[in-house]
């Protein structure tokens, strides 16, 4: 079977604690189709990338990408690409002060959110929104995840993440998460105990009583020895057999590819 469109992130659901992914594909900034990609695993698939990449926002083509999908104007003024995506602390939509988008803010951040405990290769602390569970943990390859905390709007996850920095890493060390490598000795409800008698006493408040661990089972024939990074731009072609998906990686025999950070890419995918 042949598609022709434009790459999406990979959206996921979970069953039976083993993520279902499934593919979109974009007639430059509408649905297109879709591909089941767990049916793919085992077998070999071809990437072809078509030379130019379309803005997921409004469609227009260009060469050079910037944050995922978007052109340098929309990167600088979208409300997808705000500063507080990364650095919810900076969220001020809860006073009436929006960075960048006022109704795009309410809808997304004045909204409950959790500070949660993930573990990908380590132990790390996140913050997102309520609804967004758990399709944030499989997006960053967590085989478990832990709430931590709930609160109402989004600067109060931020604030509460940012005070744990100096004892927990934000980060996943990508590398060893696509190897399958745990470098943990601790079990994740210890972490938890640890990091809310850290939480600062304006926020205990907050702590969740929610001990529930979401157990996340990644469907990979086998983990790469050496993490190899495909990009399309640079090898035009992939023409593997597909070993497994976790996170947003498409895990190859020789490479693998973040579907994430070709958002917009138009393609040709022979499977």
Not at 15 to 25: D, F, K, R, S, T
Not at 100 to 113: A, G, N, S
Not at 209 to 221: A, G, Q, S, T
Not at 241 to 256: E, N, P, R, S, T
Request: include cysteine; charge should be neutral.
């Amino acid at each position: 079977m042949q598609i022709e469109g434009n790459l999406r992130k990979m959206s996921n659901e979970l069953v039976n604690n083993i993520p279902q992914y499934h593919l979109p594909i974009h007639d430059i900034i509408s649905p297109q189709d879709h591909v089941d990609m767990n049916l793919l695993i085992g077998e070999h698939i071809r990437i072809e990338y078509k030379g130019y990449i379309n803005s997921i926002l409004s469609g227009k083509k260009m060469n050079k990408v910037f944050g995922e999908g978007l052109t340098y104007q929309e990167f600088m003024e979208s409300p997808i690409a705000s500063p507080s995506i990364m650095r919810p602390e900076l969220s001020e939509i809860h006073n009436g002060i929006a960075l960048r988008d006022y109704e795009w803010e309410v809808k997304h951040h004045l909204q409950p959110h959790y500070v949660y405990i993930a573990l990908t290769s380590n132990y790390k602390v996140g913050v997102t929104r309520t609804t967004n569970r758990p399709y944030r943990w499989i997006d960053q390859g967590a085989t478990q995840a832990i709430i931590l905390a709930e609160v109402p709007y989004r600067q109060l996850a931020g604030l509460i993440e940012v005070s744990l920095k100096s004892h927990i890493r934000d980060k996943t060390a990508w590398q060893k998460m696509l190897k399958g490598v745990i470098d943990e000795e601790k079990n994740i409800e210890e972490v938890k105990a640890e990091m809310s008698a850290l939480v600062p006493l304006e926020y205990q408040s907050f702590i969740s009583n929610k001990n529930e661990v979401c157990h996340i089972n990644y469907p990979v024939l086998a983990f790469p020895e050496k993490v190899k990074s495909l990009k399309l731009e640079r090898d035009h072609i992939i023409e593997q057999k597909l070993m497994g998906i976790k996170g947003q990686y498409l895990i190859f025999k020789d490479g693998v590819l973040n579907v994430r950070s070709h958002a917009g890419y138009r393609v040709v995918i022979n499977f």
